[in-house]
């Protein structure tokens, strides 16, 4: 007889799962740590997410101060995606993701979506731009 490495109920035979970290594991345990795994990807994917649309939209604005045009559409457009994908993750699942993420973590991940966005708004409509004309000293 085999023990459930997590909930300790006996296993007979064929009747076990090895779980990613190698302990013998119930089939219930099993579905259930796949899961809770799963989540805290899909939770720190959101916090990435969030990362991602701070970095691109640095990236768009300082696309549009070089004059990049199209570039900074598309890197502001990629910007955009990350912080809709961040905010309907904490919209939809955010009972699910509560206990997975710490409220710093929530904070920082919205807050880089904010500023992300607020960076791609400025750089699709033309400020980052203008204000590279103007540290070239061209009329704006
Ligand atoms: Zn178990």
Redesign the pocket.
Known sequence: MTA?G????QLAGADFLYNAQGQP??S??ADRTDLADTDRRAAGNIVKAGWASLGAGIAAFACGMMFLGIITWLVAASSIVSAVFCFLGFGRDSQRFKNLLTDGQRATALTCSVIGLLFSALAVLGVATLIGLRLMGLPS
């Not at 997590?6 to 109920?9: D, L, N, P, S």
């Open positions: 459930c997590i909930c300790g109920a594991s119930c219930r345990c």
